[in-house]
T-cell receptor, first 111, second 113 residues
Framework: GEDVEQSLFLSVREGDSSVINCTYT??????LYWYKQEPGAGLQLLTY?????DMKQDQRLTVLLNKKDKHLSLRIADTQTGDSAIYFC???????????FGSGTRLLVRP | DSGVTQTPKHLITATGQRVTLRCSPR?????VYWYQQSLDQGLQFLIQ???????AKGNILERFSAQQFPDLHSELNLSSLELGDSALYFC????????????FGPGTRLTVL
């Protein structure tokens, strides 16, 4: 079945690193994504990773993929108060291209 | 700004009514996706259209329908509305091709009273 799971809440201090974790079930997913949603706003694509990659770095963002364990993580270096938001991981169902989202992790950055 | 526009931004209506949500995809994108975000169900895929044709269907109720027009804009029609239909409805678009990054619009917040 389809199920993407995330922890619900993460609190970090400004300047620290944040690590948001996600597990997914569809091992055939070609692409996995991280989206950010700020209060009252839509979904902003942060980054994606192709399933044959282990790691992808994009400025302060690092995505790690463990395909064997179906585990995806997003690391935000030097977390800022502006990073406070809900972060969703999503896997793409290859047969339909639809995105299957996790429940979202609310990141709170404390000054 | 993702380039995807949705109207209206907010919609308040009563149970039993019918509403239409509109989405204009990014210029050149052929695929349009509709998602529903609610507190109890999270973000759920509803339906996808590609160049005017329905391509995939998710957890979309029979009371809901959608279409994509020749100019590629899309409408989501919700009828016989119930309190539980109150949610944020997102539209996303993507170009054709294997990468298929989906860009999301700002959403329409529907409140059913």
């Amino acid at each position: 079945g389809e199920d993407v799971e995330q922890s619900l809440f993460l609190s970090v201090r400004e300047g620290d690193s944040s690590v948001i974790n996600c597990t997914y079930t569809d091992s055939s997913s070609t692409y996995l994504y991280w989206y950010k949603q700020e209060p009252g706003a839509g979904l902003q694509l942060l980054t994606y990773i192709f399933s044959n990659m282990d790691m992808k770095q994009d400025q302060r963002l690092t995505v790690l993929l463990n395909k064997k364990d179906k585990h995806l993580s997003l690391r935000i270096a030097d977390t800022q108060t502006g990073d406070s938001a809900i972060y969703f991981c999503a896997e793409r169902e290859d047969s339909s291209y639809k995105l299957i989202f996790g429940s979202g992790t609310r990141l709170l950055v404390r000054p | 700004d993702s380039g995807v526009t949705q109207t209206p931004k907010h919609l308040i209506t009563a149970t039993g009514q019918r509403v239409t949500l509109r989405c204009s995809p990014r210029s050149g994108d052929l695929s349009v996706y509709w998602y529903q975000q609610s507190l109890d169900q999270g973000l759920q895929f509803l339906i996808q259209y590609y160049n005017g044709e329905e391509r995939a269907k998710g957890n979309i109720l029979e009371r809901f329908s959608a279409q994509q027009f020749p100019d590629l804009h899309s409408e989501l029609n919700l009828s016989s509305l119930e309190l539980g239909d109150s949610a944020l409805y997102f539209c996303a678009s993507s170009a054709s091709g294997s990468y298929n990054e989906q860009f999301f619009g700002p959403g329409t917040r529907l409140t059913v009273l």
